[in-house]
């Protein structure tokens, strides 16, 4: 699961940062494309540490963070669907994907800190 994990952080990332090199390049792009890359490498990275952590404690606050970023990620492929919808750009299916992978990620972030907390409490 970890390797799994490990590859889709980091293509969640790259599929980020193709989807904004796609958009126009404008000061009120570049807000939200600036952002959107900030977070969703944060997320791969995070996870990673996580996989170092020197306590279990230490491995929830740094899954915690994860689930973070990929809610901040998702956050900023919501703003960017309504807006090249606004704008006419034909990105929509690339976010939906994308929103849909973030999703994911949180689902089984989630699920791996409920299962570290019961791990940890015994």
């Known amino acids: 699961m970890k390797e799994v994990m490990l590859k889709r952080t980091r293509k969640f990332a790259i599929d980020s940062w193709i989807l904004c090199s796609k958009l126009p390049k404008s ?14 490498s944060s997320v791969g990275a995070n996870y990673r540490a996580s996989q170092r952590a020197k306590s279990a404690a230490d491995f929830i606050n740094k899954l ?5 970023e990929a809610d901040e990620s998702q956050y900023f492929l919501e703003l960017l669907f309504d ?17 849909k992978e973030a999703n994911e990620i949180i689902a089984i972030i989630v699920s791996s ?5 019961i791990n940890n409490a015994k």
């Open 27 to 40: 000061r009120e792009y570049n807000a939200y494309v600036n952002q959107l890359i900030r977070c969703s």
């Open 64 to 68: 915690k963070i994860v689930e973070e």
């Open 83 to 99: 807006i090249t919808i606004i704008e006419k750009i034909d990105l929509q299916q690339d976010i939906e994907i994308l929103k």
């Open 113 to 117: 800190i409920k299962t570290a907390r």
